[in-house]
């Protein structure tokens, strides 16, 4: 039975970091435990590799919680007030050994998944 302590299956986290400005459309962030705050509490717990591949296309974000197997989220970009990443929405996080699972998403900059 899988472990429903795992980050995003189990419990939101929290991410955080810069856009590469030679490559706006791929970026890494630092991953944090969700702790009812937008801000980064304790100590890192992985990282997320994102990948906008456009309005339409949507975004592909691989975890690393320390090893493989990677959790991959996909969905689309939620948009607010004409910003995109920004605003809530609906994605799916995939990893081996584990089933589908829709999970909520809100992107203030930092970002919030699960």
Same mark, same amino acid.
Do not use: C
């Given at each position: 039975?899988? =472990?429903?302590?795992?980050?995003?299956?189990?419990?939101?986290?929290?991410?955080?970091?810069?856009?590469?400005?030679?490559?706006?459309?791929? /970026?890494?962030?630092?991953? +944090?435990? /969700?702790? =009812?705050? /937008?801000?980064?509490?304790?100590?890192?717990?992985?990282?997320?590799?994102?990948?906008?591949?456009?309005?339409?296309?949507?975004?592909?974000?691989?975890? =690393?919680?320390?090893?493989?197997?990677?959790?991959?989220?996909?969905? $689309?970009?939620?948009?607010?007030?004409?910003?995109? +990443?920004?605003? $809530?929405?609906?994605?799916?996080?995939?990893?081996?050994?584990?089933? =589908?699972?829709?999970?909520?998403?809100?992107?203030?900059?930092? $970002?919030? /998944?699960?």
């Amino acid at each position: 039975m899988p =472990d429903e302590r795992e980050p995003i299956f189990g419990y939101p986290v929290l991410s955080d970091g810069q856009m590469d400005a030679k490559n706006p459309n791929r /970026w890494t962030e630092t991953v +944090w435990e /969700w702790t =009812d705050s /937008w801000e980064p509490a304790g100590d890192p717990i992985g990282s997320v590799t994102i990948v906008d591949h456009g309005a339409t296309e949507g975004f592909t974000a691989t975890f =690393d919680f320390k090893g493989p197997p990677f959790t991959i989220v996909t969905g $689309k970009v939620p948009t607010k007030d004409g910003r995109r +990443w920004n605003g $809530k929405g609906r994605a799916t996080a995939r990893k081996q050994g584990r089933e =589908d699972k829709e999970i909520d998403i809100e992107f203030v900059n930092p $970002k919030k /998944w699960g």
